[in-house]
């Protein structure tokens, strides 16, 4: 088992900044790739960011690529989303979750262990 806590979380204005975290506890934190979802009001889950089980990998949706960063630090069993230029299409509640590979997935099947999630609201 892998217990998942996210933080963060938070109101800010459209432009500015947040930095998720997610600690992990239980199994071998880096026997896991880790991503990062988000769900908002009536829609689905969609695929946010994963890292690799050491972080050589990452991978992000289109409409996030060069505003939001991916990081991990297995030192602390913890992995970080830094979310910059935040649009109020981003707001959503993020979910932490970690994979039964090691390597990057976009599939939310693909993720055995999930946070209860983080409220993110970017106003305009």
């Known amino acids: 088992q892998v217990q998942l806590v996210e933080s963060g979380g938070g109101l800010v204005q459209a432009g500015g900044s947040l930095r998720l975290s997610c600690a992990a506890s239980g199994r071998t934190f880096s026997n896991h790739a880790m991503g990062w979802f988000r769900q908002a009001p009536g829609k689905e889950r969609e695929f946010v960011a994963a890292?690799?089980?050491?972080?050589?990998?990452?991978g992000f949706t289109d409409s996030v690529k060069g505003r939001f960063t991916i990081s991990r630090d297995n030192a602390k069993n913890t992995v970080y989303l830094q979310m910059n230029s935040l649009k109020p299409e981003d707001t959503a509640v993020y979910y932490c979750?970690?994979?039964?590979?090691?390597?990057?997935?976009?599939?939310?099947?693909?993720?055995?262990?999930w946070g209860q999630g983080t409220q993110v609201t970017v106003s305009s």
């Open positions: 979750a970690a994979s039964a590979y090691l390597l990057v997935h976009t599939t939310p099947n693909d993720y055995d262990y």
């Open positions: 890292i690799s089980y050491s972080g050589g990998g990452t």
